[in-house]
């Protein structure tokens, strides 16, 4: 009995020691999970509050951020330094590394100068080009599908040929074409620009120049090149240029569009008519006809100084042609001079005398001028040039006409009355036969 009682007790109290073996591997689980959030909790509670090992850290993060504030400052101002020698490019990549250290380096090395950014419009466009281009580069968006609006797409476009380092290249599919076939761009930049200023031509063509600027980017910025737009404007207004930092504009290009001039590349034409009595019939004397007459008036002006006149009742299109050349061999149509003052045009025109005729013209003997009728006339006239909202420079307007006749060593001054009915304003018409030839470059 005693043996038996013994292995019973032992097994009651294997019995238990497992029982309470396996309720503390059950209860080992909660206390786990409810140590770990208290210890998350812990680590919570001490981000919220500063430890003493934080300044530590924060000295050390410091340093090193006024390292990488200096290293962006000294490059943004060797950017300035660059800008305002004229080297954009170089100051481009500059700007760019300097903001990808520190993003708003701008403003803080405006506010430790304790200056406030006055930019100007280059300098504002060249931060929204930045933006703009890495925003793009971040969104991964086309660039034909961007937002051009308010952007200076030549300080744009500058900025990508930064880049990449060539101002155009061969098409992908232009190279099977080949091997010996040169492209446009093997040629040198004083080739390509002495070619533009043929394109431009002594007549002033820029129409032509803007639409080569429409092919690419490496064309649009050698249409902008400065000193073509300068020889532009010194062909139109000569001594009266002026200098550019003395006006309101900021670039030729921008005087040549906006500044009051004369238009090339065609014609300004008016239509004058007016009513007059005709003779009386001598079978009816109660009849008394009344005539419409109706005249046209052109003026064609070239970049040299030179205008062409004509009045007469013929149709515009038989008549542009007659003022295609520079010394038309009609006598009909009167040359003259002109000169720009602001926005007034002062033209004055002389009427040729007539020469003698080739019968009585013989070798050896000097020829007697004949002198017209009318004498020697010469036209002074003041037009004002007026600006629509679509078409600038379009219309000119009458301001003064006068005539001086000398016959016989006298000489006679007329006022004409200018009406809106004899001297209606004259309106600019395209005539594209005249720029399709270059006679000379652009000096």
């Known amino acids: 009995m005693d043996s038996t009682s013994s292995d019973a007790g032992k097994e009651d ?18 206390r786990s999970e409810l140590d770990d959030f208290r210890a998350k909790w812990q680590q919570e509670l001490k981000r919220e509050q500063p430890t003493a ?10 340093v090193e951020n006024d390292s990488i504030e200096h290293q962006a400052r000294t490059l943004f101002q060797q950017g300035s330094e660059l800008e305002r020698s004229g080297k954009v490019f170089e100051a481009m990549r500059l700007y760019r590394r300097a903001t990808q250290l ?8 405006y506010d430790k100068k304790h200056i406030k ?20 580069m971040e969104a991964n968006i086309d660039e034909d599908e961007e937002n051009l609006e308010n952007v200076d797409l030549a300080l744009r476009f500058q900025t990508l040929m930064a880049r990449s380092g060539k101002l155009f290249e061969r098409a992908s599919g ?48 050698l249409a902008r090149d400065p000193e073509i737009w300068r020889h532009a404007c010194m062909r139109i ?27 090339f590349h065609g014609c300004y034409i008016s239509r004058a008519s007016y009513l007059r009595s005709g003779e009386n019939s001598f079978q009816d004397q109660f009849y008394r006809p009344i005539q419409l007459v109706e005249y046209y008036r052109y003026f064609r002006f070239f970049a040299d100084g030179k205008v062409l006149m004509l009045t007469t009742a013929d149709e515009p299109q038989q008549c542009v042609v007659k003022l295609k050349p520079r010394s038309p061999a009609q006598n009909e149509i009167l040359r003259g001079h002109y000169r720009l003052h602001d926005d007034i045009v002062i033209v004055v025109i002389q009427r040729n005398r007539p020469s003698a005729p080739a019968q009585m013209q013989r070798p050896g003997r000097r020829v007697r001028e004949i002198e017209p009728e009318f004498g020697q006339q010469t036209f002074l006239m003041e ?27 006298q000489e006679k001054t007329s006022q004409f009355e200018l009406t809106t009915t004899k001297y209606p304003p004259m309106y600019f018409s395209r005539v594209k036969s005249y720029h399709l030839e270059s006679e000379g470059p652009l000096k």
């Open 102 to 109: 520190v993003p708003d380096i701008e403003f803080r090395v």
């Open 174 to 221: 232009d190279r099977k074409l080949i091997v010996t076939a040169a492209h446009f761009s093997d040629l040198p930049m004083e080739l390509i620009l002495y070619i533009l200023r043929w394109v431009v031509s002594n007549d002033l063509d820029l129409k032509s120049l803007e639409r080569f600027a429409s092919v690419c980017r490496g064309f649009y910025l």
């Open 383 to 409: 037009l004002q040039i007026v600006s629509t909202a679509k078409r600038p420079f379009s219309q000119l307007h009458w301001k003064q006409y006068t005539m001086v006749q000398q016959r016989n060593n």
């Open 53 to 62: 090992n934080q300044p530590v850290v924060a000295v050390a993060t410091t």
């Open 117 to 136: 950014p006055q930019e100007d419009d280059s300098h504002a466009n060249a931060r929204i080009v930045e933006g703009l281009m890495e925003r793009m």
């Open 237 to 263: 207004w000569g001594v009266n240029l002026g200098v550019l930092k003395g006006t309101t504009f900021n670039s030729w290009r921008e005087m040549y569009i906006n500044r009051p001039r004369i238009l």
């Open 13 to 30: 109290d294997d019995e238990s020691s497992s029982s309470s073996s396996s309720g503390s591997e059950a209860t080992t689980p909660k």
